[in-house]
């Protein structure tokens, strides 16, 4: 919950730098400035995407230690943050090794 407000009060930071139009919801804002507060509060970098819908991408970012934000981000530059915890594991893919 703590991370969460956190993460909150980043975007609320963003928005009142005009980075993003008074309307937006309290956990959106431009995507750059999502992505910039991510790495800097939290080093939390990308690990992964996947396309909602011709207009809307999922992102994940994940820090070494563990903190994980999930966002959704639109064709337009906008992000909004839709889950944010700890404990991220990325285990491998044992699939597509021989025997597996």
Do not use: Y
Request: aromatic share 4%.
């Amino acid at each position: 919950m703590a991370r969460f407000l956190m993460a909150t009060m980043l975007v609320a930071a963003a928005m009142t730098s005009g980075a993003a139009p008074a309307n937006a919801a309290a956990q959106c804002a431009a995507r750059a400035d999502i992505i910039k507060a991510l790495g800097d509060k939290f080093h939390e970098s990308e690990a992964g995407r996947g396309l909602i819908n011709p207009n809307v991408v999922l992102e994940i970012f994940v820090s070494d230690q563990g903190s994980w934000t999930v966002l959704a981000s639109d064709i337009k530059g906008q992000s909004c943050i839709l889950s944010v915890g700890e404990g991220w594991d990325s285990p491998t893919i044992t699939a597509a090794m021989p025997g597996a």
